[in-house]
Antibody
Framework: EVQLVESGGGLVQPGGSLRLSCAAS????????MNWVRQAPGKGLEWVSY????????YYADSVKGRFTISRDNAKNSVYLQMKSLRAEDTAVYYC????????????WGQGTLVTVSS | DIQMTQSPSSLSASVGDRVTITCRAS??????LNWYQQKPGKAPKLLIY???SLQSGVPSRFSGSGSGTDFTLTISSLQPEDFATYYC?????????FGQGTKVEIK
């Protein structure tokens, strides 16, 4: 069974940093591209970042470019999102999602981790 | 960026009704269009990919159609478990973008 488990969310002050982790199991992690998608409270979905299988191709939404860094460790079956210079508008549930290869849809999702940016 | 616009933003329907949700892209996305269902407090679930391909395990009452800029998600006979919010998403070019969502409520 495919499982994605996010962790690392919490309350952080504006300007602060946080590192999210997503632990994958139930599939060959090193064969799949991964993404982070977020959802502000009561709002819709926003794609945040993508990382290729090898980690050599990375994309970001403009809203996080220069502040967030996606990475992966295929030996640990994990993908990460390092978030810096956090703003109130970054407050959201952050989901990691497995890419559906060839279609770039989000086939499997974790349960999400809440990041709250507030003083 | 490609803008995705769904209509309606919400609808009320009864069990057994045929429900249609529309998604329009600001430019052609070919068939790179996906549909998701999200229930309160839960992660989204992929229903349809590549505009009309049914994801494994998704009931056949769900179907998708369209290409280019205009797409439709149809639920042929609404069931109690289908009351949720539905999102379209284009995967034609980054940044991948979602529609604003359509909330399907009980009439």
């Amino acid at each position: 069974e495919v499982q994605l488990v996010e962790s690392g969310g919490g309350l952080v002050q504006p300007g602060g940093s946080l590192r999210l982790s997503c632990a994958a199991s139930g599939f060959t992690f090193s064969s799949y591209e991964m993404n982070w998608v977020r959802q502000a409270p009561g709002k819709g979905l926003e794609w945040v970042s993508y990382i290729s299988i090898s980690g050599t191709t990375i994309y970001y939404a403009d809203s996080v470019k220069g502040r967030f860094t996606i990475s992966r460790d295929n030996a640990k079956n994990s993908v990460y999102l390092q978030m810096k210079s956090l703003r109130a508008e970054d407050t959201a549930v952050y989901y990691c999602a497995r890419d559906y290869s060839g279609y770039d849809s989000f086939e499997y999702w974790g349960q999400g981790t809440l990041v709250t940016v507030s003083s | 960026d490609i803008q995705m616009t769904q209509s309606p933003s919400s609808l009320s329907a009864s069990v057994g009704d045929r429900v249609t949700i529309t998604c329009r892209a600001s430019q052609s996305v070919s068939s790179y269009l996906n549909w998701y269902q999200q229930k309160p407090g839960k992660a989204p679930k992929l229903l349809i990919y590549d505009a009309s391909s049914l994801q494994s395990g998704v009931p056949s009452r769900f179907s998708g159609s369209g290409s280019g800029t205009d797409f439709t998600l149809t639920i042929s006979s609404l069931q109690p478990e289908d009351f949720a919010t539905y999102y379209c998403q284009q995967s034609y070019s980054t940044p991948w973008t979602f529609g604003q969502g359509t909330k399907v409520e009980i009439k």
